[in-house]
T-cell receptor, first 108, second 113 residues
């Protein structure tokens, strides 16, 4: 079992829709959770982090964490073509573990 | 501007050659990391260092070497023992402690000639 699992996609949504990206992790001791966006050929950039169960909102982005289910998600509201990228989930206990990423395409 | 600088952006390696990838940060971060990314795959940890003059192997350290002589610098050498070096190499740094995010440089793309 992979430590951090994400659907590879591609996930395709129309412009203006909500994109929902999901991530599960195996280490119950994980304490912090991050979402990175990676455009093709570029390096990952941090867009959200969450430490506590529940929702955390930042502009059009909402991170959701459920530690009991070992599940973290990222919602992107009002999706734009510029949101088309690969989204990496990262989970930190004593070290950082990355998922393989979900490729999102937002169609105009 | 604070950040992480990786150089070169593109690098080509000849058969039997060692090459060194540079990573410099001016964020005053304690910890630095090297990852390898292959197409369609996630980030795999090569080496990391949490303090100067100390570093640990990651999941795929074979064929690679590092040094950490200064807090700001964490160069990665891809040795001739690494038979499949073609990949995108990412350097990251962070404050130590749980909950701290990692920040990445722009990466170096290494190819075999």
């Amino acid at each position: 079992q992979k430590e951090v699992e994400q659907n590879s996609g591609p996930l395709s949504v129309p412009e203006g829709a909500i994109a929902s990206l999901n991530c599960t992790y195996s280490d119950r001791g994980s304490q912090s959770f991050f979402w990175y966006r990676q455009y093709s050929g570029k390096s990952p950039e941090l867009i959200m982090f969450i430490y506590s169960n529940g929702d955390k909102e930042d502009g059009r982005f909402t991170a959701q964490l459920n530690k009991a289910s070992q599940y973290v998600s990222l919602l992107i509201r009002d999706s734009q073509p510029s949101d088309s990228a690969t989204y990496l989930c990262a989970v930190n206990n004593n070290d950082m573990r990355f998922g393989a990423g979900t490729r999102l395409t937002v169609k105009p | 501007d604070g950040g992480i600088t990786q150089s070169p952006k593109y690098l080509f390696r000849k058969e039997g050659q060692n090459v060194t990838l540079s990573c410099e940060q001016n964020l005053n971060h304690d910890a630095m990391y090297w990852y390898r990314q292959d197409p369609g795959q996630g980030l795999r940890l090569i080496y990391y260092s949490q303090i100067v003059n100390d570093f640990q192997k990651g999941d795929i350290a074979e064929g690679y070497s590092v040094s950490r002589e200064k807090k700001e610098s964490f160069p990665l050498t891809v040795t001739s023992a690494q038979k499949n070096p073609t990949a995108f190499y990412l350097c990251a740094s962070q404050w130590t402690g749980v909950g701290q995010p990692q920040h990445f440089g722009d990466g170096t793309r290494l190819s075999i000639l």
